[in-house]
């Protein structure tokens, strides 16, 4: 009956083994795929990836954890197959001893062949399938950790460009806000000084301003006065060329004075900038 019962589980035992062993088979594959992976890499860490590489590896975070953990729990249960194994082959062992006292005229060293081959056999086989998978849930773990790393080394090289692009475009801004200050300093500039000298030149003119115009001619032996333009007798040509020496004389006094007042100005909008 024990016999029996022990054949009964070893049945199950066979079919389970060979499920491992045609998953080594298949897994085989598997391997050479996720060194390829981890190869392939470890060669591109240098290389920028592209939105839909970075998309495709952020996936892989998310499904090869659960492979992972699968994989960890299919180990586990491999190993509870070799502890079962032992139970049996010891539980077998102690069976037969018992038998054998009690029958001890009879040769039952054929039925010993399971517990010193068959079972041993079985054992050697699980502890290499687990030495065999789990080299392999090492080469998964590092292809997840190597996935990890370079999403992150990515993202960072990433949000360090998009800072340094912000910095850029601020730094850009503050360039043209202060180019901008600049050409409305000179606009106001501008129109203080063609303003004021304008203004003086207008105020110059409208004034008794011809006395000391004379008195500059008459040093310089000019001969001439504005009083004598509208009379005939005194000529076409002296009286246009003192009406535009009397000209230039009041434009001159407005671009002084609006030279004075911009200079004013330029530095009082200066000290107000800093």
């Given at each position: 009956?024990?016999?029996?019962?022990?054949?009964?589980?070893?049945?199950?035992?066979?079919?389970?083994?060979?499920?491992?062993?045609?998953?080594?088979?298949?897994?085989?594959?598997?391997?050479?795929?996720?060194?390829?992976?981890?190869?392939?890499?470890?060669?591109?860490?240098?290389?920028?990836?592209?939105?839909?590489?970075l998309l495709d590896f952020k996936n892989k975070l998310r499904i090869l954890p659960k492979l992972d953990?699968?994989?960890?729990?299919?180990?586990?249960?491999?190993?509870?197959?070799s502890l079962t194994m032992k139970i049996n082959a010891q539980n077998y062992s102690e069976k037969l001893?018992?038998?054998?006292?009690?029958?001890?005229?009879?040769?039952?060293r054929i039925l010993s062949v399971f517990s010193d081959k068959i079972s041993h056999t079985y054992q050697e086989q699980i502890k290499i399938n687990l030495s065999y998978f789990g080299h392999s849930s090492?080469?998964?773990?590092?292809?997840?950790?190597?996935?990890?790393?370079?999403?992150?080394?990515?993202?960072a090289e990433r949000d360090r460009a998009l800072e340094q692009a912000l910095r850029d475009k601020e730094e850009?801004?503050?360039?043209?806000?202060?180019?901008?200050?600049?050409q409305e300093k000179r606009q106001q500039l501008w129109i203080t000084f063609v303003g004021t000298g304008l203004a003086v030149s207008g105020i110059s003119s409208q004034?008794?301003?011809?006395?000391p115009l004379e008195a500059i001619l008459s040093k310089?032996?000019?001969k001439g006065s504005l009083d004598d333009c509208p009379k005939p007798e005194a000529g076409l040509y002296p009286c246009l060329s003192y009406s535009v020496v009397f000209v230039l004389f009041h434009i001159l006094i407005g671009v002084g004075v609006?030279?004075?007042?911009?200079?004013?100005?330029?530095?009082?909008?200066?000290?107000?900038?800093?």
């Open positions: 009956e024990a016999c029996a019962t022990t054949q009964s589980q070893d049945k199950t035992t066979d079919h389970r083994l060979e499920a491992c062993a045609t998953t080594q088979s298949q897994d085989k594959t598997t391997d050479h795929r996720l060194e390829a992976c981890a190869t392939a890499q470890s060669q591109d860490n240098q290389r920028s990836l592209s939105e839909a590489e953990l699968n994989y960890s729990d299919l180990l586990g249960q491999l190993e509870s197959y001893q018992q038998l054998q006292e009690k029958l001890p005229k009879d040769d039952l090492g080469l998964l773990y590092k292809a997840i950790s190597s996935i990890r790393g370079i999403v992150e080394i990515e993202q850009a801004d503050r360039a043209r806000d202060k180019q901008a200050e600049k004034s008794d301003a011809k006395q310089l032996e000019w609006g030279a004075i007042v911009a200079f004013i100005v330029d530095r009082i909008i200066n000290r107000r900038s800093k």
